[in-house]
Structure formats: structure tokens, C-alpha cells
């Protein structure tokens, strides 16, 4: 049985990381303080320092567990044999879509704050990195499974990269949007997976004609 200064402990440390996710989504990673978290948190920014090294550290911790539950969801449906290419694209789809908009108040903190590039070939150092890195190759695992073989990796990558941002124009235009989750589905989930069918036409017929073409 955990004693009273491990419930203690525990209590600050869950106050500290909801006043980080609170204030990362509202201010900014960069705009906000260790002092300002320590405050909002009810205690003294020496008392966060014992459980959090950094702002970097408390990334982390806030990204790491929900990454890693959707890049395991995602592998999930990758590998499952009875699914058929295009079923598999537009469920990873819409697990990606339905995160993001779930987590929509942490969405830039998960995806956005300290991020490199995720599409190039270098493994990044940083585990937030490397995992936002697997989210993007599992995406693109996905969609390649869909398509004719490319002429040339680079433009396996730039459909990839297409496909990506258009997954993220879909988040970012509903992240502010007042409506749920539940809501927002029943009203655009057609319409998120039209989306990606439009990406794979489009990128079936730019392979094809780069065939007759060369």
C-alpha cells in the first residue's frame, strides 16, 4: 500500500503534467515558463524540478503514452491479412484523424513543438522524434501498399508527403472547432474518407502517366 507521501507525490506530479498540458495548448511551449507551470501546478518550480528535468522532459512524458497507443493501433490494422489495401489506408486514416481531433488542445503539442523533419532518411535521436518519424512511415507504408509500384523512391516519398498533408489540413481545419468528436464524424467522416481516395486516385494516375511516359 503506497504511503501518504507517495499519494502525496503522485498527487503533485499528475497536477504538474495537467498544468503543463493545460498551458502548452494555450500559451505555446515556447511562450511558457518552468516558474509559470510550477505556479499554475500549486507548487515551487524546485519541487517541479525534482520530478521533471526540463520543458523537453514534460514533452515527453504529456506525448510518449498517447503516440504510442496510436502507433500501435495503426500497426495493428497494417498487419491484419484480411483487410484489403484500400480498407487498411482509410482505416489508419481516420485512426490518425480521430487522435488528432480527440487530442485536438494537445494536437501541436504532440506533433508539432521541437519536431525535424519526419520524411528523410537520417534516424532522429530524440524518442518523441523517432515515434512521430514511425507514425509517418507507417502512413506511408500504408499508402504505398495501395499504389503501382513507383518510378524511384522520391516519388514514392513526395505521395507520401501529400498524403500526410492532407491528413493534416483536415486536422487543422476542425481543431478549434467547438463541435465533439462524435459530432464531427457523423457529419464529415464521408467526407474524410473521400479525401483519401482522391489522394490515391490522384497519385495511381501520376504513377501511370509517368509509365506511358517513360
Do not use: N, W
Request: aromatic letters at 8%.
Amino acid at each position: 500500500m503506497a504511503s501518504r507521501q507517495e499519494l502525496r507525490s503522485e498527487e503533485t506530479k499528475k497536477a504538474i503534467l495537467a498544468a503543463a498540458a493545460r498551458m502548452f495548448s494555450e500559451k505555446g511551449f515556447d511562450a511558457v515558463s518552468i516558474r509559470e507551470i510550477a505556479k499554475a501546478a500549486g507548487c515551487s518550480h524546485t519541487t517541479l524540478y525534482i520530478y521533471f528535468q526540463d520543458k523537453e522532459a514534460l514533452l515527453h512524458q504529456l506525448s510518449i503514452g498517447p503516440l504510442q497507443s496510436l502507433r500501435q493501433q495503426m500497426e495493428d490494422v497494417i498487419a491484419d491479412p484480411q483487410l484489403l489495401p484500400e480498407a487498411r489506408l482509410k482505416l489508419v486514416s481516420r485512426l490518425f484523424i480521430e487522435f488528432c481531433l480527440r487530442h485536438r488542445t494537445m494536437y501541436t503539442v504532440f506533433f508539432m513543438v521541437k519536431a525535424s523533419r519526419i520524411d528523410v532518411q537520417a534516424e532522429p535521436t530524440a524518442e518523441l522524434q523517432q515515434l512521430r518519424t514511425k507514425l509517418f512511415d507507417l502512413l506511408q507504408k500504408a499508402l504505398l501498399q495501395c499504389l503501382p509500384q513507383p518510378a524511384g523512391e522520391d516519388l514514392a516519398l513526395a505521395h507520401a508527403r501529400i498524403y500526410f498533408y492532407m491528413l493534416h489540413g483536415i486536422v487543422g481545419t476542425y481543431t478549434h472547432s467547438e463541435e465533439s468528436l462524435e459530432q464531427l464524424l457523423e457529419r464529415l467522416a464521408p467526407t474524410f474518407d473521400l479525401g483519401v481516395e482522391v489522394v490515391m486516385a490522384g497519385c495511381k494516375q501520376t504513377i501511370e502517366r509517368g509509365v506511358r511516359e517513360g
